[in-house]
Structure formats: structure tokens, C-alpha cells
């Protein structure tokens, strides 16, 4: 849907990684390890790495309640991921070099070469660090595809049955537009790993979604190019796409973002657009927008190839996180697994 931009706010990431143990708060577990995973030591020193790349560009640390609890919920998803590495080597289940490349590939693709080291000096990564992760995470993909992935099966009967037990959900009360948006700011931001949006003005930011707009015309795909120049980071992320909105709430959108979107057709692309602040009214972006495509209102049938892709998608998801809980919860009970980062928060605060 079409949101409103406001000045962008840095968040730490609770993606996987660690955190600090508390100064004062000494680790229990042998030769400094936080925690043990069927012989694993998971160290201080993995911690002190993951959780320096995790808080990169934020403003502040968290408060030492929050951290805290930051790192046991981290604590748990690394045990998790070593957990599964530990059941792929016992399939013999490995991401191959060929694919890794092949993945490592994907990821540049948007980006030059330059551009590319730029982005994992941002994440704090050198190439071979990035390429260790994507061996890890590749190798637990085919991990769950094929101990999980693979014993989902969805029937004709399953989309047939849930359709006509949710049948309401499939009718369209008003028309809906699927857009796409490349936001560029023209606000300073101090605290971004990159120097030009630093100290950007509003001149610098009309001259960058202008060479966007002109590589747009002379034929650049709009999601590559979104992914790549995007500074609002959720739809960046799936090439500006900002998925499904209702005519009603274009009608309250800014005025300038609702003309332009009215006059496009499936396909197209706005000129550039100025993007105000809501609440002050000031000037903060640019953005381009590009109509995917309309959605008429109605009912939707069975019959439509796209009805049947979107119930056989959250029936698999539906599915495929049952098992997975299920499945974490063997591989804990046939772990030996030690959490001492764990106690020692249960009894520093029996202490207190």
C-alpha cells in the first residue's frame, strides 16, 4: 500500500546475530562459551563479531534490559541454526560451491562491482564472510526443502475445500492498484554508512531520482533499479513492490501521488513526484511510481490461475510451519544443548 515517508529511523536488526554479554555479568560455561550444542561451543568471540555487525549504523545501544533480552532470543536462533547444520551433516546434505556462486551472483546483479563492496563494508561483511553465510543458510534451505518442503502436498480437493470455506475473502469490494516505488530522501542522514547521504541536500537528492528516472526511460528494469537506488528499505527489498492498494486509499493519499498513479497504465511509470512530510507539510523525497497493474472489484473465482496459486501458497505455508515447529522440537529433545548465557541471567536476577 502507498505509505506516507517520513524521515527515515534506524532500528537494530533482530535478524541472526548476537549480543555483548553485560559487563559484570560473567559467562559459566567452559572456555567462555555461552552456550553448547551437542559439543558445540558457541564463544564469546562469535558473539562479539555477529552482534558488532548486527548494531552497525544504529544511533544508540539498546537499553540493558532490551540487549539482554536481544541476545537470549539471538542465543536461541543460533542454537537453532547449529541445531540444523548438525542434522545436515548427518544427511550429508551441503550447499555446493556452484551453487553458492550461483547465489552469490544473484546478489550482485543489481549492483557494479564497486557498489557491491560498498554494500558489504555496510553489513560489516568481507566477501568471504558473506559467502560462509550463504553457505550456511543454503545448506539449511536444503536441509527443511527436503525434510520438510518435500512432505507438503497440496491437492485439488485442499483449494477446492478452503475456497469454499473462505470464499468471502475472494470478493473484491473495490478496485485495487499493485504499485511499485523507488523513494529517494533529500534529508540529511548522519548516522548512514554512506557518505553521500550524509550530508544530502535536497539538490543532491533531486539529481539522483532524476538519473533513476532517466535510466527508467532509456529501458532499466524498475524493480532491479529499486532494489539497487530504493532508500525505503521494506519495499527495496522486493523491487519497490508495495503490494495491493484499494482505490479508496489512493482517494487519501497525496494528492500529487493519487493524479499521477490515475493517469498510468498497467505498465507505466510516473515522472518524478515530490514527497511531503504528512504532518509538517515539509518536503522530504522523491519518489517514482509504477502501476503493476489493476484489479477490478467482484467476486473471484476458482477458476482464476492466480486464486489457485494464492490458496496453494498459504496452504503450503500453513503446512510447512506446522512441521517445522514440529520438527525443531525433535531436534531439541534429541540434543544435548547447555544455554549458560541462560542462567546466568536466571540467577543474576535471583540475586537482586
Do not use: W
Not at 536481544?70 to 550447499?95: N, P, S, T, W
Not at 478496485?175 to 511499485?180: E, G, M, R, T, V
Request: hydrophobic letters at 35%; a neutral charge.
Amino acid at each position: 500500500m502507498i505509505q506516507e515517508h517520513k524521515v527515515p529511523r534506524h532500528l537494530i536488526s533482530l535478524s541472526l546475530g548476537f549480543a555483548l554479554l553485560l559487563s559484570g555479568c560473567p559467562s559459566k560455561g567452559p572456555d567462555d562459551a555461552l552456550a553448547k550444542v551437542n559439543g558445540y561451543k558457541i564463544l564469546r568471540s562469535e558473539v562479539d563479531k555477529v552482534y558488532q555487525r548486527q548494531i552497525a549504523g544504529a544511533p544508540q545501544k539498546p537499553p540493558a534490559d532490551q540487549e539482554q533480552a536481544l541476545r537470549l532470543e539471538l542465543l536461541h536462533q543460533l542454537i537453532d541454526v547449529r541445531l540444523y547444520l548438525q542434522k545436515a551433516e548427518k544427511l550429508g546434505i551441503v550447499a555446493t560451491d556452484d551453487e553458492i556462486e550461483a547465489r552469490l551472483n544473484q546478489f550482485k546483479a543489481p549492483y557494479t562491482k564497486e557498489e557491491f563492496g560498498r554494500k558489504l563494508q555496510e553489513m560489516s561483511f568481507t566477501e568471504e564472510d558473506f559467502k560462509q553465510e550463504l553457505r550456511r543458510n543454503l545448506t539449511i534451505e536444503k536441509l527443511l526443502n527436503k525434510e520438510i518442503s518435500s512432505r507438503v502436498v497440496i491437492s485439488d480437493a485442499d483449494i477446492q475445500a478452503y475456497y469454499n470455506e473462505h470464499k468471502a475473502q475472494f470478493n473484491v469490494i473495490e478496485p485495487q492498484f499493485y504499485l511499485a516505488n523507488i523513494f529517494v530522501s533529500s534529508q540529511p542522514n548522519p548516522q548512514s554508512p554512506n557518505p553521500s547521504e550524509r550530508t544530502r541536500t535536497d539538490a543532491q537528492a533531486r539529481e539522483k531520482v532524476k538519473r533513476v528516472h532517466e535510466e527508467l526511460e532509456r529501458g532499466a528494469d524498475f524493480a532491479t533499479l529499486a532494489t539497487k537506488a530504493s532508500e525505503d528499505p521494506d519495499s527495496a527489498r522486493a523491487g519497490g513492490e508495495l503490494g495491493a492498494t484499494p482505490k479508496s486509499q489512493l482517494n487519501n493519499t497525496d494528492p500529487a501521488t493519487r493524479d499521477a498513479i490515475f493517469k498510468l497504465k498497467p505498465g507505466q511509470f510516473s515522472d518524478v513526484i515530490s514527497v511531503t512530510n504528512p504532518v509538517t507539510h515539509q518536503a522530504i523525497g522523491y519518489r517514482i511510481v509504477k502501476l503493476n497493474g489493476i484489479e477490478a472489484a467482484g467476486q473471484r473465482d476458482l477458476s482464476d490461475p492466480s486464486v489457485q496459486q494464492l490458496i496453494r501458497n498459504q496452504l503450503r505455508t500453513q503446512r510447512e510451519q506446522f512441521l517445522r515447529a514440529a520438527y525443531d522440537e525433535v531436534l531439541h529433545n534429541e540434543g544435548e544443548i547447555r544455554n549458560y548465557y541462560a542462567a546466568d541471567i536466571l540467577k543474576s536476577t535471583g540475586q537482586k
